[in-house]
C-alpha cells in the first residue's frame, strides 16, 4: 500500500514538472521555426498540429530526466521536512523500502527516457525535419512573392562545385562567399524571368551581382539542391575594400549562357542526419568499419542518448541521500538543488565531450555524469555510516 502511494504522488508530481517542461521546449522550437508554422497555417491547422506533435517526443527526451529531478528533489524534501519519514519508520517500516519505490519508479521512467532518447524522439524528429522541408520548398514561390526575395546560406564546413566555381569568378584575393539572394521578377513554376543573385562575404558586403534574363529551373527535393541554368547573363563584380552602392565597379560582363547550372544547396533532402538516425541504424552505423569517421560519431551519439535515457536511475541514487539531508533545513532548497543536479548533468556532459573529443573512447564522455553522481552517492552513504 505505502510502496503504491510513493509512486503515484511521484507519477504526479513529475507528470507535472515534465509536462511544463514539455511546453517550454515546445514552445522554444516553435519560435525557432516560426516560418515554417506560419507556413503550414496557410495549408491547414491539421499540419500544424502534426508539426507539433512531432516534436514532442523529442522534447519528451529532455524533459523526462529533467523533470524527474525536480519532482523527485522537491518530494523528497517534502516528505523529510513534513517528518513523513519519521512517521513511517515509527511504523516500523525500514527506509529500504521506502528507498526501492522510489528505484522502481525511477527505473521505469528510465526505460521510458531510453526509447525516447533512442527511437521515438529522433524518428519523429527526422519526420519533422522532412515535413518541415517539403513545407519551405512548396513554399518557394509564395516567399518569392510574399517578401521579393529569398536568401541561403553557404555553408563553409563543405567544399561543394558553387563554392568552386564562385571562388574562381571573384578571385582568391576575395572574401568567402557566406551568403546568396535570389529575387525575380516574373516567374513559373519552370522559368524564371529576371532573375537577380547577390552574392555576400562573411561581413554582409556584396561581392557581386548577378543577372539572368531567363533561367530554367529545376527542383530536386530528394537532393535539397535548387538548380539554376543561366541565360541572357550580366555580371558586376565588385573590387575588394569598394561599396557596391558607392560605385564600387564600372565593369560589367555579358555571357548569353552560363556553361553549368548553379546548384544552391537550400535544405539537406533526403540524407539523413546521423541524429535523426532509429537505435538500429544508428548501431549498424556504429559497427560499420568502412567509415571510421562516421562511426565514432555515430557512437557517440548512441552512448549519449543511453547514458541521457538512463539518468533518472543515477540521479535517483544521489538525489535521495542529498534530498534527505537538505529536507530537515529548508524544503524549498531540495528545488534549487535538482535544478542544479540537472544544468550540472549536462554542463558536465557537454564538457567531457568537447574535452575528450580527440580521444578514441571519448563515445564515452556523456557517461561521465553519471559515474559521479554514482561515486558521491556512495560516499556520501560511507559517510552517514561512520
Same mark, same amino acid.
Given at each position: 500500500?505505502?510502496?503504491?502511494?510513493?509512486?503515484?504522488?511521484?507519477?504526479?508530481?513529475?507528470?507535472?514538472?515534465?509536462?511544463?517542461?514539455?511546453?517550454?521546449?515546445?514552445?522554444?522550437?516553435?519560435?525557432?521555426?516560426?516560418?515554417?508554422?506560419?507556413?503550414?497555417?496557410?495549408?491547414?491547422?491539421?499540419?500544424?498540429?502534426?508539426?507539433?506533435?512531432?516534436?514532442?517526443?523529442?522534447?519528451?527526451?529532455?524533459?523526462?530526466?529533467?523533470?524527474?529531478?525536480?519532482?523527485?528533489?522537491?518530494?523528497?524534501?517534502?516528505?523529510?521536512?513534513?517528518?513523513?519519514?519519521?512517521?513511517?519508520?515509527?511504523?516500523?517500516?525500514?527506509?529500504?523500502?521506502?528507498?526501492?519505490?522510489?528505484?522502481?519508479?525511477?527505473?521505469?521512467?528510465?526505460?521510458?527516457?531510453?526509447?525516447?532518447?533512442?527511437?521515438?524522439?529522433?524518428?519523429?524528429?527526422?519526420?519533422?525535419?522532412?515535413?518541415?522541408?517539403?513545407?519551405?520548398?512548396?513554399?518557394?514561390?509564395?516567399?518569392?512573392?510574399?517578401?521579393?526575395?529569398?536568401?541561403?546560406?553557404?555553408?563553409?564546413?563543405?567544399?561543394?562545385?558553387?563554392?568552386?566555381?564562385?571562388?574562381?569568378?571573384?578571385?582568391?584575393?576575395?572574401?568567402?562567399?557566406?551568403?546568396?539572394?535570389?529575387?525575380?521578377?516574373?516567374?513559373?513554376?519552370?522559368?524564371?524571368?529576371?532573375?537577380?543573385?547577390?552574392?555576400?562575404?562573411?561581413?554582409?558586403?556584396?561581392?557581386?551581382?548577378?543577372?539572368?534574363?531567363?533561367?530554367?529551373?529545376?527542383?530536386?527535393?530528394?537532393?535539397?539542391?535548387?538548380?539554376?541554368?543561366?541565360?541572357?547573363?550580366?555580371?558586376?563584380?565588385?573590387?575588394?575594400?569598394?561599396?557596391?552602392?558607392?560605385?564600387?565597379?564600372?565593369?560589367?560582363?555579358?555571357?548569353?549562357?552560363? !556553361?553549368?547550372?548553379?546548384?544552391?544547396?537550400?535544405?539537406?533532402?533526403?540524407?539523413?542526419?546521423?541524429?535523426?538516425?532509429?537505435?538500429?541504424?544508428?548501431?549498424?552505423?556504429?559497427?560499420?568499419?568502412?567509415?571510421?569517421?562516421?562511426?565514432?560519431?555515430?557512437?557517440?551519439?548512441?552512448?549519449?542518448?543511453?547514458?541521457?535515457?538512463?539518468?533518472?536511475?543515477?540521479?535517483?541514487?544521489?538525489?535521495?541521500?542529498?534530498?534527505?539531508?537538505?529536507?530537515? !533545513?529548508?524544503?524549498?532548497?531540495?528545488?534549487?538543488?535538482?535544478?542544479?543536479?540537472?544544468?550540472?548533468?549536462?554542463?558536465?556532459?557537454?564538457?567531457?565531450?568537447?574535452?575528450?573529443?580527440?580521444?578514441?573512447?571519448?563515445?564515452?564522455?556523456?557517461?561521465?555524469?553519471?559515474?559521479?553522481?554514482?561515486?558521491?552517492?556512495?560516499?556520501?552513504?560511507?559517510?552517514?555510516?561512520?
Amino acid at each position: 500500500m505505502l510502496n503504491r502511494h510513493i509512486i503515484w504522488e511521484l507519477f504526479k508530481a513529475t507528470f507535472l514538472a515534465v509536462a511544463v517542461l514539455t511546453i517550454l521546449l515546445l514552445y522554444g522550437n516553435l519560435t525557432r521555426y516560426e516560418d515554417v508554422y506560419f507556413k503550414a497555417m496557410d495549408q491547414s491547422s491539421a499540419v500544424v498540429l502534426e508539426l507539433s506533435f512531432l516534436l514532442v517526443p523529442y522534447a519528451l527526451s529532455m524533459a523526462i530526466p529533467f523533470g524527474f529531478t525536480i519532482a523527485l528533489a522537491f518530494m523528497v524534501g517534502s516528505w523529510t521536512s513534513n517528518r513523513e519519514f519519521l512517521a513511517i519508520k515509527a511504523l516500523g517500516i525500514s527506509s529500504f523500502s521506502v528507498a526501492r519505490s522510489v528505484f522502481i519508479f525511477s527505473f521505469l521512467l528510465s526505460i521510458m527516457g531510453l526509447y525516447c532518447t533512442l527511437e521515438w524522439g529522433p524518428v519523429s524528429r527526422a519526420k519533422f525535419d522532412e515535413m518541415r522541408e517539403k513545407i519551405l520548398w512548396e513554399n518557394l514561390s509564395y516567399l518569392l512573392v510574399e517578401e521579393g526575395e529569398i536568401s541561403f546560406p553557404i555553408d563553409q564546413s563543405k567544399d561543394s562545385n558553387l563554392k568552386r566555381s564562385l571562388k574562381s569568378l571573384l578571385g582568391n584575393e576575395s572574401g568567402e562567399i557566406n551568403r546568396v539572394t535570389l529575387s525575380v521578377k516574373e516567374f513559373s513554376e519552370q522559368i524564371w524571368q529576371n532573375l537577380r543573385i547577390t552574392l555576400f562575404d562573411n561581413e554582409n558586403r556584396i561581392q557581386m551581382v548577378i543577372n539572368s534574363g531567363k533561367t530554367f529551373v529545376t527542383k530536386s527535393f530528394d537532393k535539397g539542391f535548387l538548380s539554376l541554368d543561366l541565360h541572357e547573363v550580366d555580371l558586376e563584380p565588385v573590387h575588394q575594400g569598394t561599396d557596391f552602392f558607392r560605385g564600387g565597379s564600372d565593369l560589367f560582363l555579358e555571357i548569353s549562357h552560363w !556553361k553549368q547550372p548553379m546548384e544552391l544547396e537550400i535544405s539537406e533532402g533526403k540524407k539523413k542526419n546521423l541524429k535523426r538516425l532509429s537505435f538500429f541504424e544508428l548501431l549498424n552505423q556504429a559497427t560499420d568499419l568502412e567509415n571510421l569517421e562516421e562511426s565514432r560519431r555515430s557512437k557517440s551519439i548512441l552512448h549519449k542518448n543511453t547514458a541521457v535515457g538512463m539518468s533518472p536511475l543515477f540521479i535517483t541514487i544521489l538525489l535521495l541521500p542529498v534530498s534527505t539531508l537538505l529536507g530537515r !533545513k529548508e524544503g524549498v532548497l531540495n528545488l534549487f538543488f535538482g535544478i542544479v543536479i540537472c544544468v550540472s548533468f549536462y554542463a558536465i556532459g557537454t564538457i567531457t565531450a568537447n574535452l575528450l573529443e580527440t580521444y578514441k573512447w571519448s563515445y564515452l564522455a556523456w557517461w561521465t555524469p553519471n559515474i559521479l553522481f554514482l561515486c558521491s552517492s556512495l560516499f556520501l552513504i560511507r559517510s552517514s555510516f561512520r
